[in-house]
């Protein structure tokens, strides 16, 4: 499986960007999909996950009530849909898929996914 990132760009606080990470190759299998980040100097660390049919969702508690996950299947596609930027949101933001998640806690361990792609820079200016 191979996933692009793109969307991400330079935006001020307060604004909005739409992440998409597109999933080729492989695809027939079911996947979780998750965002991961990280910051300048700092650990990677989880933002958010969906399953692969859509009906369970997590997120980091720095993120809730201001970006959106959500897929589209019949696109092998996912979003992350992010609002009210911060300039700690600033970072390389990164697309994984996993087939081995199942508990709740397994979506925010990094080191269930199989597969990442190549990442898209996040930049929230003050």
């Known amino acids: 499986v191979q996933l692009q990132a793109s969307g991400g760009g330079l935006v001020q606080a307060g604004g909005s960007l739409r992440l998409s990470c597109a999933a080729s190759g492989r695809t027939s299998s079911s996947y979780a999909m998750g965002w991961f980040r990280r910051a300048p100097g700092k650990e990677r660390e989880f933002v958010a996950a969906v399953s692969w049919s859509g009906n369970s969702i997590y997120y980091a508690d720095s993120v809730k009530g201001r970006l959106t996950i959500s897929r589209d299947n019949a696109r092998n596609t996912v979003y992350l849909q992010m609002n009210n930027l911060k300039p700690e949101d600033t970072a390389v933001h990164y697309c994984?898929?996993?087939?081995?998640?199942?508990?709740?806690?397994?979506?925010?361990?990094?080191?269930?996914?199989?597969?990442w792609g190549q990442g898209t820079q996040v930049t929230v200016s003050s």
């Open positions: 994984a898929a996993s087939r081995t998640v199942f508990s709740a806690s397994s979506y925010y361990d990094a080191g269930r996914y199989d597969y």
